[in-house]
């Protein structure tokens, strides 16, 4: 009769593994807990050993996940889908799991590096009861939109800022750009307005080197 603190070997297709048997029937639903669990005729090689003739690389990483219950693997692993064959061979249900989940966050990894984050700083200063003394200025969060933004830096250097400032604003979000932060502060009768306005773009996209037009 097996005991459940035991010390078991196996040779998992030429790779020698020893653990307990505990270890191995940590998920008794599992093929492993299955087979460990009880009086199994398990197949043995010449030495004495269990034998399973599955891939004997990739069961480091079932084996770790039975002892931790955690899936650690490292950062350059090329095994993937072959792991998570592995761990439906073995059954073990929040292994697989595990895998679904590292797979999905690898996903949105490379769909996040897709993206980068076009960036316009606006700031003005009114002056309450005189708009012609007020002041208007533009700024480009990258060489390439500072680019972008440079025929608005000339357009609104001339002419009322508050109607410059409204209509600016309105283009920089009919060009796909979002207010993603906006702060006022008054010092007398100035006041000081500023707005970060952000565009999420495929790298590399056409659409980042798109001019901006000022209507005159």
Known sequence: MSTSNSIVT???????????????TSYPDSMLGAMFGGDFDALRDDQGRY????DGTVFEHVLNFLRTTQLVLPEDFKKLPL????????QIQPLIEAVKSYKARLEQGKDEERWTHDVVLVSSELYFGSPEKGSLSVYGGS??????VGNLRKTISKGDPEMHMIALLGILQDNGFTVQSYGVDTEGCIFKHSWV????????????????????
């Not at 196996?10 to 191995?24: A, D, E, P, W």
């Open 143 to 148: 060489k390439e939109i500072e680019d972008m």
């Open 83 to 90: 792991l998570e064959i592995e761990a439906d061979f073995y």
């Open 51 to 54: 034998f399973i003739d599955r």
């Open 197 to 216: 306005f952000v565009r999420k773009t495929v790298r590399n996209s056409s659409r980042s080197k798109q001019n901006v037009e000022m209507p005159m």
């Open 10 to 24: 196996l040779n998992v297709g030429g790779h020698i593994y020893t653990t307990s048997r505990s270890t191995l």
